[in-house]
């Protein structure tokens, strides 16, 4: 019913830059937070950065200078831009759409359920 397309990922060399797109689809009614994460090989899925509709914005650490995330509300849709990058950040990224209220036609209304939805990950790899 809700899905999330993302776009972008790829190979680049270390100092390079790539920029990520997610849309969400399907019978939304409202998105609050929308957010990437990553998953390297052998490790725990991580937040790198979210931003809820009101434009409140997290980046984790690593990140921090490197990436910006940008979000378009009428769109449904997030990006990541990642300049300078290094060989860790090679991973999966996932988009995130947290606290989702979904509707039934014509969609007037939410149907008063939060859900939370996955993309299915784009790779990225940055070679040194």
């Known amino acids: 019913q809700v899905q999330l397309v993302e776009s972008g990922g790829g190979l680049v060399q270390a100092g390079g830059s790539l920029r990520l797109s997610c849309a969400a689809s399907?019978?939304?009614?409202?998105?609050?937070?929308m957010g990437w994460y990553r998953q390297a090989p052998g490790k725990q899925r991580e937040l790198v950065a979210d931003?809820?509709?009101?434009?409140?914005?997290n980046y984790a650490d690593s990140v921090k200078g490197r990436f910006t995330i940008s979000r378009d509300n009428a769109k449904k849709t997030v990006y990541l831009r990642m300049n300078s990058l290094k060989p860790e950040d090679t991973a999966v990224y996932y988009c995130?759409?947290?606290?989702?209220?979904?509707?039934?036609?014509?969609?007037?209304?939410?149907?008063?359920?939060?859900?939370?939805?996955w993309g299915q990950g784009t790779q990225v790899t940055v070679s040194s």
């Open positions: 995130n759409a947290d606290q989702v209220y979904t509707c039934q036609i014509p969609c007037d209304r939410p149907d008063g359920y939060l859900n939370n939805y």
């Open positions: 399907g019978s939304i009614f409202s998105i609050n937070a």
């Open positions: 931003c809820t509709s009101g434009g409140i914005i």
